[in-house]
Nanobody, 116 residues
Framework: QVQLVESGGGLVQPGGSLRLSCAAS????????MNWYRQAPGKERELVAS????????TYADSVKGRFTISRDNAKNTVYLQMNSLKFEDTAVYYC?????????WGQGTQVTVSS
């Protein structure tokens, strides 16, 4: 079955960096665009970054442009989110997402906390 498993979250100081990973299985990963979303307490889930199936096209939310980088390794069925210059407002649960077999698929999420 389709599975998305995130990892790499944690506690980091403002200005620090983290790299999130999402391991995918159960579908032909290289055929699908992938997304990272996040949801902060009391807020709606928001799209952070997207990457095309080949990795040749990426898009970002204005709030993370220039600080976050989405990438993928189709040989490893994994998508990454490199997060630099982290801010307090980046604190959220981060989710991997893909629209596979006409269903929006989600991982379980990984917590990122930016705190001094």
């Amino acid at each position: 079955q389709v599975q998305l498993v995130e990892s790499g979250g944690g506690l980091v100081q403002p200005g620090g960096s983290l790299r999130l990973s999402c391991a995918a299985s159960g579908f032909r990963f290289s055929n699908y665009a992938m997304n990272w979303y996040r949801q902060a307490p009391g807020k709606e889930r928001e799209l952070v970054a997207s990457i095309s199936n080949t990795g040749g096209s990426t898009t970002y939310a204005d709030s993370v442009k220039g600080r976050f980088t989405i990438s993928r390794d189709n040989a490893k069925n994994t998508v990454y989110l490199q997060m630099n210059s982290l801010k307090f407002e980046d604190t959220a649960v981060y989710y991997c997402n893909a629209f596979v077999y006409v269903v929006s698929r989600w991982g379980q999420g990984t917590q990122v906390t930016v705190s001094s």
